[in-house]
């Protein structure tokens, strides 16, 4: 699509312009509009005003990529040597696990798709244009640059417009730029540097239109919106494999390599020590069996499925699979903070009167809560001066407290919801207004800064105007003020404006509020009776408040040394005051207020520079999408694992980018869900630590089935490197081994997926992400039980063979055993890594011995069942062989159960750290 301009060289930005030069540049008429046969052929020029996704791979090509892995190449190969052996059931097996995993992988590729799909329906509607001089109504993908739009109430802006002919208007852009309250607008042009939260001179397609009316001229459609921007940023978004996907891929291939050396050096040794070609291509082709961890995909998947059911229990839905395992590695939250962090309901905080501050107490629209001063309770007969006040902002207010489905929302704007909101905590409900009733208003204009209301009944002798406004505006106009109890007396401007610093500083938005007596005769009001001679009642202090349970998951992320950053579009001290509100400490902590950056002093931040102030700085404040999404990339730069929060479409490049996207389900826009990896159903903040503590659970889990399994398919290894240097026959035959591997893998290592999580889970720093998978203290513990199982199976082999002169069927049975039940054994050693399974409980998973069990009935039946022992090349065993196969078992797990004492003790290190 072309740039949405007729002019040769289109100025950078439209917001600086005057009104002749955007007129003479898109080639209009604002009295007439286009006429239809250039709006025509604008439309075949610039094309329709809708979004285009960018032209992805074919469904083919991005299924077949799903297979493009090592860990999936080794499976394969596993599958290919069982279908040669002739066992087709485990081929298929094998192959069904490649084959799942794959289908997950393809179903989860589409999510920029529907992120885009859902942008595009969001700009989709009719407009209301002036063309050949009639206004009509028209399909908004109609639209084209130099259109004439009116705009009224109620609204959704259809395309990106340059507005003119402004009339009170105000626009809801919290999807778009942050902002909490809505922006009102005007028609004067801006500086070239004014940043898009604070261009009141142009509407955004998309964004919702809440008071007003204006006009405004087309300047960019479809794909050239501030929405199709945000569009191509989603689409150029990296989607970035997790931590344990980067590990495992890396671990894949490496172990691709020794299995194939290995598999490659047994059959050399053979050969040079005279055996055929046949059985050594055996023995190479056993271990590779033995040594591939077939069960390993499986128990990703699984492990991630609990995880999965139980986040959602906790109100986190999970689109895609390794998010689960990705939170638990988190290192850095960014957090949206409107609607995030925040109520997204403004409240009334704090109000001054008669010289006195009083605190408000409560959170949001919900009604419940009260007055103090001092501490102590306030009602309208002790505080005649706060009781007008509250009056004031009750009636001189358009809006409506209603309640719905349990929760409290306002039907009009949030401020006067918030006056509404704290008049009832004084006891004044809205059926003052039947009291008081209203005889006329002047209503709120950008130009003038105030509102003001005529109330009275007709037989009353006096009648009283209010108003309320801007502190600057307002005080000017006042002569006089109330007392503590009361009375009208002289106003003292320099202790209101000490009092309107204070508040600000406290990041509170503050209205002033005033009154007039008027004669008993007195019908309407117009400008003139509200320009002087008023009497000063307070001011209301007002903020979107943080969420309570907010502050206690920040407290708890932090102790579990996870990092808190606060992006928001939102003003700079407002930000910085939430997050100190919210306990979001800096790096270095203790700071009065936490560092803080707008998005214009970000603008000048070189990208060289960038991660080390992302590092240092803790609030973000007015900054656009595609700052949002330098941040995310500077922090991932550091190495972190950063998880994004957001609920506006200008979240969603974000949180495309960052290792794990979260949205809120309740009150976050279809492109943000679109884009994230995981929806929070109550959009709490709170559930975040939930889901970061299931996370670390399932990280635990998956750590524990990688640290049971390596050992174990490496000691198989070992028994066959021994055959073949020792020259004897194999201890174990290749499908026997299979046997092993998949058996183990389900009635054993899954069952370690269930396994509760432990006590300090959350008192622990984040794993640094750049750790590998095998590390030193893995590396000792694979090799320690791969020697002891070898020793053992190899040992008694021999003994069998060589001591006691059984037959081979015999002698490899009793090694199979011998291998399964030390991996029985060290399971239970693996269901805590560092601590002991008495300290955590020895029946805490009851799915442990159920899995035992089933392990025991099975080598039970393939060691005495006459068909198994067919099948399986097996024989029975007499009673006396238990002891000696239970000896090893025990043997082992005592041996690591002393490595785990040893450790704790001596160098205080764990596995998982």
Known sequence: MKTSTTSNSPPAEWHQLQQEEVVQLLKTDLRRGLSAEAAAKRLAEFGPNVLSGKRGRSALLRFLDQFHQALVYILVVATI???????????????????????IGFIQESKAGRAIEALSRMVTTEATVRRDGQVRRVNSADLVPGDVVLLQSGDRVPADLRLFHVKNLHCDESALTGESLPVPKHSDALSLDTILAERKNNAYAGTLVTYGQAEGVVWGTGNNTETGRIARLISEAVSLSTPLTRKIAHFSKLLLWVILGFAALTFAIGLLRGGSWVDMFMAAVALAVGAIPEGLPAAVTITLAVGVARMARRRAIIRKLPAVETLGSTTVICSDKTGTLTENQMTVRRAYTGGQFFEFSGSGYDPRGEVTLDGQPAAPDSAPALAELLKAGLLCN?????????????????????????????????????????????????????????????EQANKTIYKKGSTERLLARCTHALATDGSVTTLDREAVERAVEAMANEGLRVLAFARKAMPANQRSIDHQHVAGELIFLGLQGMIDPPRQEAIASVRLCQEAGIRIKMITGDHLLTAQVIARQLGIRGPQGGEELPKAVSGRQLEKIPDQELPDAA?????????????????????????????????????????????????????????????????LTDDNFASIEAAVEEGRGVFDNLTKFIVWTLPTNAGEALVLIAAIIVGTMLPVQPVQLLWINMTTAICLGLMLVFEPKEKDIMRVPPRD??????????????????????????????????????????????????????????????????????????????WIFLGITCMVLLQLAITYVPLMNRLFHTAPLPPEAWAKILSVGVLTYMIVGLEKTIRRRVSHHEIRE
């Not at 922090?635 to 979260?662: C, E, F, W, Y």
């Not at 590390?775 to 069998?800: C, D, K, N, Q, Y």
């Open 81 to 103: 040597i069982t279908a040669s052996l002739g066992e087709w059931v485990d081929a298929g097996v094998i192959f069904g696990v490649v084959l799942v995993n794959a289908i």
């Open 769 to 846: 992400p750049r750790l590998p998978l095998l590390r030193f203290p893995v590396i000792m513990r694979t090799g320690l039980v791969a020697l002891l199982m070898a020793s053992g199976a190899f040992g008694i082999f021999l003994h069998e063979r060589r001591g006691l002169g059984s037959d081979l069927a015999t002698a490899q049975t009793l090694v199979m055993n011998v291998i399964v039940f030390v991996e029985v054994f060290y399971l239970l050693n693996c269901r805590s890594l560092g601590r002991s399974i008495f300290k955590i409980g020895f029946f805490s998973n009851p």
């Open 398 to 458: 358009d809006s409506q407290l209603v309640e719905a489905e349990g929760r409290w929302k306002v039907e009009g704007d949030p401020t006067e919801g918030a006056l509404i909101v704290a008049a009832g905590k004084l006891g004044y409900t809205q059926q003052l207004h039947a009291h008081h009733p209203r005889l006329d208003s002047i209503p709120f204009e950008s130009e003038f800064q105030f509102m003001a209301t005529l109330h009275g009944h007709h």
């Open 615 to 679: 590092e240092q700085t803790t609030v973000f404040a007015r900054v656009a999408p595609e700052q949002k999404l330098r941040l995310v990339r500077a922090l991932q730069s550091r190495g972190h694992v950063v998880a994004m929060t957001g609920d506006g479409v200008n979240d969603a490049p974000a949180l495309k980018q960052a290792d794990i996207g979260v949205a809120m389900g309740r009150s976050g826009t279809e492109v943000a869900k679109g884009a994230a990896d995981m929806l």
